[in-house]
RNA sequence: GGCCCCGUAGCUCAGUAGGAUAGAGCAUCAGAUUCCUAAUCUGAGGGUCGGUGGUUCGAAUCCACCCGGGGUCACCA
């Protein structure tokens, strides 16, 4: 599928040949030969950088390696110029045909064109979202969701067989005010007058309703009852009821993880306790005091004993807490048994999302899965900036005190998925991102989920216009007889172009799979409109070159394949990015 | 003070398993509409890739040290 393969092929190919002669040593490292798409389109259609990266194992000039295997490559037949450039490039041109029937493979593909067999089924668990369960998700949640659910798409597409994850944090302290919020809206729902939210609690509206199902469900019992067994009932249905809010925040941005995981339901199991063993039993955890952070020491520090984890064993900066000085877990303890649990499930790359302000963690979790799976797992930690919200150009505050809080729910609704979805990952996940509410839903060029969308529904719109023009009545306009097209007809330059340009996607999702970015897919189809754009108004300066010719069927033919391959491509990726590939603006 | 991220055109940003003359959008200037959606397109100007060294055929990319911005720093998840 990815036809820079194919080329990889047919060079490897000519130094194997050259190998086999004995020009070249048989057992050259040929790791570091590169074949690509050379940046400047007048080099030609491929370039490979071989004769330099040989030049020295094969003790020869890198001009005179690549006049051999230029000489080698234009003998294969398959290309119409072969020819070395610079200090050492190879540059091959190949015959427009090859590049034109490639659009049947498109027009076969439809929307799976850009699979890739990468991944060959390896098992990827993404963890992403996780937020605690305390209340709806808010705005500072949204990019994180969003970006591990495209990757979590992308992977998918790269062929890797994907698990998506949230790990409920439903067992530290914060689930305890949790319960104690919802215990005061119980009371609240059986006619007692609570005044106002004291200070620590949770104030939201989201937990009357909650209040409400405990009294329908309990009556006054709950009153009576002993502390501990009240406070499980009240924290159980409290927990439940936010991952429902949770699930349906998540729901609105078309986000679905097929696992919840319990981090309460990890310490009942005892897991913690025979993960911290097996860590013990192998020298990686002792009882020691930690030296106080240099430049900077909290007021209230101690210097007491604790349950430390030997984290520095495997690249963090010191050893780190395992056990609070109450005597309860630390959130770090736990976290090292989720992960082990997520490796003995069968998960050797794991990849988790976290917010910008976890970075300092990342050490220490890659050095208990380095631990955990005796370096059998792979960790990449995603860190997601933080995203500004603006509107007009004005930044907008937000506290919750003044209730200028903004939920995910608030954004979704006012710009709606597609453009939350697609302006969030139209950023590398580890640079600030600005969200302007105006620019979002703004239909112009400034704005990237409108101009790609555009491109598609341009695209539809021609399609129904071929299907309503008289001089097309009868014609077959269907994937199959456009791939059976006489695509020979597409000859124009930036026809030619865009056919390249779709071509690469492939190896699009291929780079982008292998880097975890998925906002490479982003920029692509903001690359890949524009040349449609651009070759549509071609058709405005030049009328030859618009798609329907009514007197010349088969350049119509052609060009319609050529924009319906367009279209499959800008789905295809658009499917990665979780957005609609809409087909009519109006 | 330690660690992590960032520093590329006036602005917002792409570009890293090292590749040829460093790219887009906005803004500025000059153009294109009897025609499939001008909601778009074409062209121009604009750069010591934060700095200095190093590695090599070759560095925005890798290494070291600085400068500037942000995050984080036992026991909060």
Request: net charge negative.
């Amino acid at each position: 599928m990815n036809i820079f393969r194919h080329f990889e092929e047919i060079v490897s190919d000519a130094l194997a040949g050259l190998q086999s002669a004995g020009t070249l040593a048989a057992d050259l490292d040929l790791s570091r030969v590169a074949v690509e798409p050379p940046r400047d389109p007048s080099h030609g259609d491929i370039s490979t950088n071989a004769a330099m990266v040989l030049s020295k194992p094969a003790g020869m000039k890198p001009r005179d390696l690549a006049d051999l295997i230029s000489t080698a490559l234009d003998a294969s037949g398959h290309f119409t110029d072969v020819s070395v450039a610079g200090p050492g490039f190879i540059n091959m041109t190949v015959r427009d045909t090859f590049w034109q029937t490639r659009l049947a493979d498109v027009l076969a593909a439809r929307t799976s064109y850009g699979v890739s067999e990468m991944g060959t089924g390896q098992k990827v668990n993404v963890e992403y979202v996780s937020a605690n369960p305390t209340g709806p998700m808010h705005v500072g949640h949204t990019r994180g969701a969003v970006f591990g659910d495209a990757l979590a798409n992308l992977l998918e597409k790269a062929s890797f067989d994907v698990c998506r994850e949230y790990y409920i944090n439903d067992a530290g302290g914060q689930i305890a005010v949790l319960a104690d919020s919802a215990f005061l809206r119980y009371r609240e729902a059986l006619g007692e007058d609570i005044g106002s939210i004291p200070e620590g609690l949770y104030p939201g509206d989201y937990l009357v309703p909650v209040g409400r199902a405990l009294a329908a469900d309990h009556g006054d019992a709950l009153l009576a009852m002993d502390e501990t067994a009240r406070h499980d009932i009240v924290r159980s249905a409290s927990v439940d009821a936010m991952m429902d809010l949770i699930r349906g925040d998540l729901d609105a941005l078309g986000i679905k993880h097929e696992v919840f995981f319990s981090e309460r339901a990890l310490h009942q199991s005892g897991k913690i306790e025979t993960t911290l063993k097996q860590l013990e039993n192998k020298d990686l955890i002792y009882v020691g005091v930690l030296e106080p952070p240099k430049g900077k020491t909290p007021d209230d520090w101690e210097a007491t004993p604790q349950t430390l984890f030997r984290s520095t064993n495997f690249g963090d900066d010191v050893d780190r807490a395992l056990k609070k000085s109450d005597g309860n877990w630390t959130y770090f303890a736990p976290d090292i048994a989720y992960h082990l649990d997520k490796y003995e499930r069968g998960y050797t790359h794991l990849i988790v999302v976290w917010g910008a302000d976890h970075g300092g963690s990342v050490k220490r979790m890659k050095s208990a899965v380095a631990a955990v799976s005796e370096g059998g797992a792979d960790l990449d930690v995603k860190i997601c900036q933080l995203v500004r919200l603006m509107r007009d150009g004005e930044p907008i505050k937000m506290s919750k005190r003044s209730g200028t809080f903004v939920t995910l729910r608030d954004v979704v609704e006012e710009v709606g998925k597609d453009a939350v979805r697609f302006m969030m990952l139209n950023r590398k996940n580890d640079a600030p991102l600005d969200f302007d509410f105006a620019k979002v839903t703004e239909q112009s060029k400034d704005n990237p989920v409108f101009y790609v969308q555009y491109a598609h529904a341009r695209i539809h719109s021609v399609l129904r216009n071929a299907a309503a023009d008289d001089a097309l009545k009868g014609v077959d306009i269907g994937d199959t007889a456009l791939a059976a097209a006489d695509l020979s007809c597409l000859r124009d330059e930036a026809e030619l172009g865009l056919i390249k340009h779709m071509l690469q996607f492939p190896r699009m999702i291929e780079a982008a799979a292998e880097a975890h970015e998925p906002h490479r897919i982003a920029f692509y189809l903001f690359e890949l409109a524009s040349s449609f754009h651009a070759l549509w108004n071609k058709g405005k300066d030049n009328p030859a070159l618009r798609f329907i010719l009514p007197d010349q069927r088969d350049a119509t033919l052609a060009r319609l394949a050529l924009i319906r391959a367009t279209g499959y491509v800008i789905a295809s990726g658009l499917e990665v990015l979780g957005v609609e590939p809409i087909e009519e603006m109006r």
